[in-house]
T-cell receptor, first 110, second 116 residues
Framework: RKEVEQDPGPFNVPEGATVAFNCTYSNSASQSFFWYRQDCRKEPKLLMSVYSSGNEDGRFTAQLNRASQYISLLIRDSKLSDSATYLC???????????FGKGTMLLVSP | GAVVSQHPSRVICKSGTSVKIECRSLDFQATTMFWYRQFPKQSLMLMAT?????????EQGVEKDKFLINHASLTLSTLTVTSAHPEDSSFYIC????????????FGPGTRLTVT
C-alpha cells in the first residue's frame, strides 16, 4: 500500500450536494491527519486537522477509521467555491514531515 | 495567524543560472521549514526539511549541492537552485511549522520557476 492514497477524481457534484472523499494511509502508528485544500496553481491551505476520531467545522466533517486506516472528508451543502483539490496529509519519518496524497479534485456545478 | 510569504512568486531564468527563493514566516517563529516541489497534476514532493541553525535534511534523490538551503533565522529560509536546467521548472512551495504546533504546516504562496 502506498503511504497515502487518494482517489484523484474528479468528483462532479451539483450545488447543495453532499460529497465524501477517502484517504488511506499505510502507517498504522500515525496519530494525526490533515486535510488541505489546494486551488489551481495556488498553495495548499490547511482545512482541518484530525487528532482523534474526527473533527467538524461547519459544513466540513473529517472522520478517522483506524481499523481500516483511512480518513474521510465530508462536505455538506456543496458550494461552487468548494471546487478545488483536496489533499490528505499524514505525518511520516520522524513525525516532523508530512506525506501528501495526490489529491482528490472536486468540481461543484450550478 | 500563521502567514508565510514567498518571494519571488514567479521567475523565468536561462539554463545554467542560479535562482534564490525566499520563504518567510511573518507572524510566528518557525523552528522548521519545509521545501516542496510540485509538477503539474502531481502531488507535493518534499525536497528537504530545514531546521533553524542546522543543516537541512534532504529527501532521497534530491541533490543537496544543487538545491542549497539556508535557514539562518526563525523566520527566514532560502532555497537556491544552482545551475538550473529546464527539468527544474516546477512549482516550489515552502511551508513552516509553528513552534507550538508539532505537525501542522502553513504554506507560502509558492514560486513558479521556468527555466528556458
Amino acid at each position: 500500500r502506498k503511504e497515502v492514497e487518494q482517489d484523484p477524481g474528479p468528483f462532479n457534484v451539483p450545488e447543495g450536494a453532499t460529497v465524501a472523499f477517502n484517504c488511506t494511509y499505510s502507517n498504522s502508528a500515525s496519530q494525526s491527519f490533515f486535510w488541505y485544500r489546494q486551488d489551481c496553481r495556488k498553495e495548499p491551505k490547511l482545512l482541518m486537522s484530525v487528532y482523534s476520531s474526527g473533527n467538524e467545522d461547519g459544513r466540513f466533517t473529517a472522520q478517522l477509521n483506524r481499523a481500516s486506516q483511512y480518513i474521510s472528508l465530508l462536505i455538506r451543502d456543496s458550494k461552487l467555491s468548494d471546487s478545488a483539490t483536496y489533499l490528505c496529509a499524514v505525518p511520516s519519518g520522524g513525525y516532523s514531515t508530512l506525506t501528501f496524497g495526490k489529491g482528490t479534485m472536486l468540481l461543484v456545478s450550478p | 495567524g500563521a502567514v508565510v510569504s514567498q518571494h519571488p512568486s514567479r521567475v523565468i531564468c536561462k539554463s545554467g543560472t542560479s535562482v534564490k527563493i525566499e520563504c518567510r514566516s511573518l507572524d510566528f517563529q518557525a523552528t522548521t521549514m519545509f521545501w516542496y516541489r510540485q509538477f503539474p497534476k502531481q502531488s507535493l514532493m518534499l525536497m528537504a526539511t530545514s531546521n533553524e541553525g542546522s543543516k537541512a535534511t534532504y529527501e532521497q534523490g534530491v541533490e543537496k549541492d544543487k538545491f542549497l538551503i539556508n535557514h539562518a533565522s526563525l523566520t527566514l529560509s532560502t532555497l537556491t537552485v544552482t545551475s538550473a536546467h529546464p527539468e527544474d521548472s516546477s512549482f516550489y512551495i515552502c511551508s513552516a511549522r509553528r513552534r507550538d504546533s508539532p505537525y501542522e504546516q502553513y504554506f507560502g504562496p509558492g514560486t513558479r520557476l521556468t527555466v528556458t
